[in-house]
């Protein structure tokens, strides 16, 4: 079954006067129908960037350098080819946004119009997407804060007079308004404190076995990650530095950033252990540094680590050569681009 | 000096006229009465040199009893910016003080501050000063600077009080105050350095204030009249019906001055703004991408779409040049 | 609604200020003025006390207070004392006369200029860098020219050498008199058209200048973007979501930038001879005549005042946040 988005070779750039700032190099991502994919990493690592790329939200100075976007929704291609949201022209493009992929934005204070109640605003996403009379525009617009559970009373209001959670639950609701194949979430729950989370992450996955659409789930958390999503993919500077099912990164995280992320807080269970983290900081990405860009930050780097071409391969594997800690011979579909774990590259150190 | 030359390099060419043009007129209130072919007092009695044309002798001819309006110009424009540069430097002076101790001690002292300069502010500034200046009656330049000086100040001080509580608020204030800095010494070295261009700003536009508002002032006969001052030569011109008379050359090179000087100091200001917040500029909106027109408010660009959607003739064109994908970059930016 | 008292409290402390200012302004320069007036009016002036009193309109018995008190109960009944100039005509009916041909042309004119100023800032804010964003800088000559300036120039080109539009007065004094007749209508409008061209050219810029800032800033935030990801139409992003937003800054700029426009006006008025307050200002100027002086003042910045707050009354229409700031 293909994927009902599948991103490919995506590389995003932002031109300015001191050079173009390769902010999303050649990332392939893909996002099967239901499916949660979490994309992981620290703020400037690309991962909005890549998000509202595919999506072509990104304001000047910002190109789109390479790649492809297709999506596979059945509502646009009646089973036939995906179609490239990168060749769309404005109509075309206009009439796939929201409605088959949304987005939920990180500040929903931001994100909501200040003018304007919680009413009109999901009137506004339903009446563009969805041909229907305006009392049964309304009528949607009071369900989908029921889904959300929000009272009803709260259509009148204007944002500012919502609590932060509730902003946050209305901007679900508006994503969800035309009933879409995919939702992009930027770090929806960032800004919110960790009891509405969990309650907020809980209406998400509730919301996604009701309504069946694919997830992908942009935060700087791995730890929520780790439970919430099928797939996770790690970026850093711009690059896809892992991939995987989110049980093979509990089990073995294969790439030094990945594991430096999973060290970086504490667990709950087990015997308390000291915290690591990852001194230094990302690269500046007008001149990125050939090869894997966390080397200047990594402990176990080698040379080779220099010269790799940053395609993600299979976890070793057959050579043994493998970091301690990862499993030998990982299941299919785990991938990193990490030189030392990949049967690829010939290597001379052994890491302890 | 580098950081002038960094400065300079970085306006936006808006503010590179203004700050040109501004200067021409600077240069010329400094040096143009001394070039001045004649005393701009002196009455010619001549007859044929009464409202005359533009001539050889006189390049703005004459006034109706017979003065030289070039070296009235002249004149005029020194005596205008000299006074719009005082009036500039006192008031911004007194909105930094203002603004700034309002903003840093806070409290009833604010309050009250706050207070009045919003009451300076909404109650309008002509009809005061015209009232102020008509009791006046040793109308030299001194009670129309000190006037106009103090109903200059609210403006600045309401923005640069702003701005100063934002920053009062940040971090490094607080570690300095904890560490005991001196008040005056957070005010000095961390405060103020951070809103020079506030302050230049603010700067710029009471000059420009102070410019307007004189000539305006003058033009009603609230100035001294025994001076030349653009708003002066106005007066005149139309108290002796120079409009009606025809006599263009009177009323329009002071007039037209006046413009220059303040079109200059608004361009130089809508560039100190677009310094501060680069997002304002126009070259900011539309851009070209590998020759195609992409507004702000498009949705983000594909390269491989608008390459292929050049024509035939430009595409073989183009193959001719060295040139790298993108036409036009901000500032030659390539791309590998 | 709460926000409306604060704002009406504010506005009579200011009224409360100018009103005080005019009473101690005449009380507390140097003694020149006095002996002008004497000079002047030889015939009203018997003595320097008599002098005064007519300065002060009238009011110069008693103690400094009880003075005070008199002035204030003076100006809540519109009694602004006795004109100099035109002994013994009382000011007010001077102002009566003059106040609604200033009013009608000064604000019909700035609500032009700042309804069509905001319209094409909204258009060059949201097309940034297209050719009316690109024209800006030139506008921006225009508003520096000073606005009698402008009018000398028109009134030159368009009224002497080309005969298109009357110069000068308020009406043609020859063929009609002040009534509602249509004929004194029409004349009233065509002698207005010259002076309000004139006030909208040259504030025009100013106003979209402002407008297309905020508008820039405003299209940068997230809910701009939020409302294009969701596919809305682009008149409904660029009126409901942006120009909505940008047009609260915008109101309070204007409210703000009233006081100049008057002022600038004013002097316009001059120049056109037309029989509004401004005119009557400079004959109150040319000719030391204080009260007039006093109470055209107060008129001009009651004006003003009023015309801030129904500024204010829009804001709060406009913009739910600032009718729940007060109820939070």
């Known amino acids: 079954m293909s994927p009902i988005l599948d991103i490919s070779d995506l590389s995003v750039v932002y031109r300015t006067p001191g050079g173009d700032v390769r902010a999303v190099e050649q990332v392939n991502l893909t996002l099967s129908a239901g499916e949660v994919v979490g994309l992981c990493g620290e703020s400037g690592s690309g991962k909005s960037t890549l998000a509202y790329g595919a999506t072509r939200l990104l304001r000047p100075p910002a190109l789109v350098t390479s790649g492809s976007v297709l999506y596979s929704g059945r509502r646009i291609t009646s089973g036939g080819d995906p179609v490239d949201l990168l060749a769309m022209d404005h109509r075309e493009l206009r009439a796939t946004r929201w409605r088959e992929i949304a987005i939920v934005f990180q500040s929903a204070m931001n994100a909501l119009n200040p003018v304007l109640r919680v009413q009109d605003q999901l009137l506004d996403a339903v009446r563009a997407h969805l041909r229907m009379p305006r009392n049964e525009a309304r009528d949607k617009a009071a369900t989908l804060l029921d889904l959300v559970g929000i009272p009803r009373n709260r259509l009148r209001a204007y944002p500012h007079e919502l609590s932060g959670g509730m902003r946050q639950r209305v901007m679900i609701a508006m994503a969800l308004a035309a009933d879409p194949e995919v939702v992009i979430m930027d770090e929806p729950t960032t800004a919110l404190d960790v009891v509405v989370q969990r309650d907020i992450l809980a209406q998400i996955v509730e919301l996604k076995e009701t309504l069946g659409f694919a997830i992908m789930f942009i935060t700087h958390d791995l730890s929520l990650l780790l439970e919430l999503a099928d797939k996770i993919a790690v970026m850093y500077a711009g690059r896809l530095l892992e991939t995987g099912a989110a049980q093979d990164f509990m089990r073995a995280p294969a790439h030094p950033y990945t594991r430096g992320l999973l060290n970086s807080f504490p667990s709950l269970h087990g015997s308390r252990r000291e915290l690591t983290g990852i001194p230094g900081s990302p690269p500046d990405l007008r001149d990125p540094p050939p090869g894997c860009p966390f080397v200047p930050r990594c402990g176990y780097a080698v040379p080779a680590c220099t010269a790799v071409d940053m395609t993600l391969e299979p976890v070793a594997g057959a050579n043994g050569l493998v970091a301690a800690g990862a499993v030998p011979g990982g299941p299919a579909g785990h991938l990193t681009a990490c030189p030392i774990v990949t049967p690829e590259v010939s290597q001379e150190g052994v890491l302890s | ?336 | ?328």
Not at chain 2, 221 to 235: K, M
Not at chain 3, 115 to 133: K, M
């Open chain 3, 1 to 328: 609604m709460q926000f409306i008292l604060r704002r009406l409290a504010f506005y009579l402390v200011a009224a409360w200020v100018a009103i005080t200012l005019n009473f101690f302004i005449p009380r507390a320069m140097p003694g020149n003025p006095v002996e002008s007036v004497i000079a002047k009016y030889p015939d009203l002036t018997t003595s320097a006390e008599k002098a005064l009193e007519l300065m002060l309109g009238g009011g110069n018995q008693g103690s400094l207070w009880h003075q005070y008190v008199t002035y204030l109960g003076h100006v809540f009944t519109f009694n602004f004392g006795t004109d100099i100039a035109n002994f013994p005509t009382p000011v007010s009916t001077l102002l009566a006369q003059s106040i609604p041909w200033t009013l009608t042309l000064v604000g019909v004119a700035t609500v032009i200029a700042f309804l069509v100023g905001t319209a094409l800032g909204i258009l060059a804010g949201w097309r940034q860098g297209g050719w009316l964003d690109r024209s800006l800088p030139g506008l921006m000559f225009l508003q520096a020219v000073p606005y009698f300036f402008l009018a000398l120039v028109l009134v030159d080109v368009v009224g002497i050498e080309l005969h298109w539009l009357p110069v000068g007065q308020g009406y043609n004094g020859q063929t009609t008199q002040p009534g509602w007749t249509l004929t004194f209508i029409g004349s009233a409008v065509q002698h207005a058209i010259l002076p309000a061209f004139t006030i909208v050219i040259t504030s025009i810029a100013g106003w979209m200048l402002q407008m297309r800032n905020v508008m820039i800033t405003t299209i940068g935030e997230d809910y701009v973007v939020a409302a294009q990801a969701k596919g809305l139409p682009s008149r409904r992003v660029v009126y409901t979501y942006a120009a909505r937003n940008a047009l609260l800054p915008q109101l309070q700029g204007f409210g703000l930038a009233l006081g100049f426009v008057v002022s600038g006006a004013l002097i316009m008025e001059i120049v056109f001879a037309y029989p509004g307050i401004g005119l009557l200002l400079l004959n109150a100027v040319s000719s030391d005549d204080f009260p007039l002086m006093q109470a055209i003042f107060l008129v001009i910045t009651f004006t003003v005042l009023i015309a801030n707050l129904i500024v204010d009354m829009v804001i709060v229409f406009v913009d739910p946040r600032v009718r729940a700031r007060e109820a939070a």
């Open chain 2, 1 to 336: 000096m580098s950081t002038v030359a960094n400065i300079w390099r970085n306006l936006p060419l808006k503010a590179k006229v203004g700050a040109v043009l501004f200067g021409i007129f600077l240069l010329t209130a400094i040096i143009g009465p001394e070039l001045a072919p004649y005393d701009p007092s002196f009455q010619n009695p001549a007859p044929n040199l009464l409202m005359a044309h533009p001539s050889a002798q006189h390049w703005l001819g004459t006034t109706q009893v017979g003065q030289d309006v070039f070296s009235q110009l002249l004149d005029g424009i020194r005596q205008t910016i000299v006074l719009a540069l005082l009036v500039g430097i006192i008031a911004t002076a007194l909105s930094v003080i203002v603004g700034v101790t309002s903003a840093f001690l806070g409290g009833l002292w604010d309050e009250f501050l706050s207070l009045l300069s919003n009451v300076f502010l909404v109650i309008p500034a002509l009809p005061l000063l015209i009232l102020l200046l008509g009791y006046l009656s040793g109308r030299g330049q001194w009670p129309t600077i000190i006037v106009l000086s103090v109903l200059g100040w609210p403006w600045g001080a309401r923005v640069i009080r702003a701005q100063t509580l934002t920053i009062r608020n940040r971090d490094f204030v607080a570690a300095a105050r904890e560490s005991g800095e001196k008040s005056w010494r957070i005010i000095a070295f961390d405060i103020i350095p951070n809103e020079v261009s506030l302050i230049a700003a603010s700067f710029v536009n009471t000059v420009l204030y102070a410019i307007a508002t004189s000539v305006a002032l003058a033009f009603v006969g609230l100035a001294d009249l025994n001076s030349w001052s653009l708003g002066t030569i106005l007066y005149w011109a139309e108290s002796q019906q120079a409009l009606q008379l025809g006599a263009w050359w009177w009323f329009v090179p002071p007039g037209l001055a006046v413009a220059l000087i303040g079109t200059s100091l608004v361009l130089l200001n809508s560039g100190i703004d677009e310094l501060g917040n680069p997002r304002l500029r126009a070259s900011r909106g539309m851009e070209r991408v590998a020759g195609h027109r992409v507004w702000a408010t498009d949705p983000t660009p594909v390269l491989s779409q608008l390459s292929s959607s050049r024509t035939r003739v430009a595409a073989f064109l183009h193959s001719f040049s060295r040139g790298s994908l993108l036409d036009e970059t901000p500032a030659g930016g390539e791309l590998r």
